[in-house]
């Protein structure tokens, strides 16, 4: 089954309501919480012509990936998902790539970032020429951050003073591409799931002991 992906626009409206509970349904699989999306939320960036969509030729939902900006400064692509039965197909890199494009034509000099758990999602934004950076290089707007607050880690990111947590924050930098050379990044990837499985088990295992202490006194 052939899908196209496509800038979203009000006539996929019907497909927000699937999209949502996909999201939902997602997060607690994968045991974090996520910034909760209405389906008002999702037919807005539709609307506005901030969101990508894959849909096959009987009208079958594939993926989605939308938009999200701060001033000119800062943008991310957000809310990426696939359904479970097409995955592992390439599905998410060619709506990402998708975003990637429509994020670059919309806002030519924001710094485009991501913060994610997902080994796919990391592997995905090496490919667009993103690198892993810390959290003091993303945005610190506020709102952005205020979406962490549905994760079950936001202790983790409060703790630390918003300095670490689980997921890894992804930069590209549009200034930047032309300093580096993107193959550099690609080559991390063979190493991003040693990465995120040595930060969840120092995170997870300071927090525990440090949750002892707090039983004991
Ligand atoms: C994450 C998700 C979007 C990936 O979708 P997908 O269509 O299966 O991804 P692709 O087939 O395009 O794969 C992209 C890359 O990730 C890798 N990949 C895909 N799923 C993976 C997994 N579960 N674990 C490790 N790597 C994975 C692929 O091998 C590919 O890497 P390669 O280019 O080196 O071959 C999908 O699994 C999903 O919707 N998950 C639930 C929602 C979610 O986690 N969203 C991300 C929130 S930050």
Redesign the pocket.
């Known amino acids: 089954m052939e899908f196209q992906v496509l800038v979203a626009t009000s006539d996929h409206h019907k497909y927000a309501e699937e999209i949502c509970e996909l999201m939902e349904l997602?997060a607690k699989a994968?045991g974090t919480g996520i910034a909760k999306r209405s389906p008002d939320y999702i037919k807005n960036k539709m609307t506005e012509g901030k969101a990508i969509i894959a849909i096959n030729e009987m009208g079958v939902f594939g993926?989605f990936c939308y938009i999200e900006s701060w001033g000119e400064k800062f943008a991310a692509n957000s809310g990426?998902?696939?359904a479970e039965e097409?995955?592992?197909?390439?599905?998410?890199?060619r709506v990402k790539r998708k975003a990637f494009e429509l994020s670059r034509q919309k806002f030519p000099n924001a710094k485009l970032f991501g913060l994610?758990t997902?080994?796919?999602?990391m592997?995905?934004n090496s490919?667009l020429g993103y690198r892993p950076v810390t959290f003091s290089e993303l945005t610190d707007d506020e709102h952005f951050w205020k979406g962490c607050q549905s994760c079950v880690n936001y202790d983790i990111l409060t703790r630390t003073n918003r300095k670490h947590c689980l997921c890894t924050g992804m930069l590209y930098d549009p200034v930047e591409k032309y300093k580096h050379n993107r193959k550099t990044f690609k080559e991390y990837?063979g190493n991003y799931a040693k990465w995120l499985k040595e930060k969840r088990d120092l995170l997870l295992e300071k927090f525990k002991k440090v949750n002892v202490l707090f039983n004991i006194f």
Not at 118 to 121: C, E, Y
């Open positions: 997602s994968r993926g990426l998902i696939v097409f995955r592992k197909m390439g599905l998410a890199m994610t997902s080994l796919a999602v592997k995905i490919e990837k």
